[in-house]
Nanobody
Framework: QVRLVESGGGLVQTGDSLRLSCAVSRFTMNDHDIGWFRHAPGKEREGVSCISRGGSTTIYADSVKGRFTISKDNAGSTVYLQMNSLKPEDTAVYYC????????????????????WGQGTQVTVSS
């Protein structure tokens, strides 16, 4: 069974940085797109950033462009979300998710497209 475990969340101040990690197991990222999503109280779940199975395509929400960077390690077992210049509106539970895709599939960052989810990690940015 696909397993994803997030880590790296915490309480930081405005302008600080955090790096979230998503450790994947029991599947290969070579045939899965991986995404980071977040859910804040009173808001809908939002696709933050997603990366294609081969790593050549990345997608970012407008709200995080220029501040967040998604990447994955060469061993193919961890996906990272580097978050810089954090703002209070970035406060949310962050989840990583995966979906198996064929090589020619178009990468998306829509949560209904992702069937496999981690348990989430809390990020709180104080003003």
């Amino acid at each position: 069974q696909v397993r994803l475990v997030e880590s790296g969340g915490g309480l930081v101040q405005t302008g600080d940085s955090l790096r979230l990690s998503c450790a994947v197991s029991r599947f290969t990222m070579n045939d899965h797109d991986i995404g980071w999503f977040r859910h804040a109280p009173g808001k809908e779940r939002e696709g933050v950033s997603c990366i294609s199975r081969g790593g050549s395509t990345t997608i970012y929400a407008d709200s995080v462009k220029g501040r967040f960077t998604i990447s994955k390690d060469n061993a193919g077992s961890t996906v990272y979300l580097q978050m810089n210049s954090l703002k209070p509106e970035d406060t949310a539970v962050y989840y990583c998710a995966a979906r198996r895709v064929i090589l020619t599939a178009t990468t998306t960052c829509d949560s209904p497209d992702y069937p496999y989810w981690g348990q989430g990690t809390q990020v709180t940015v104080s003003s």
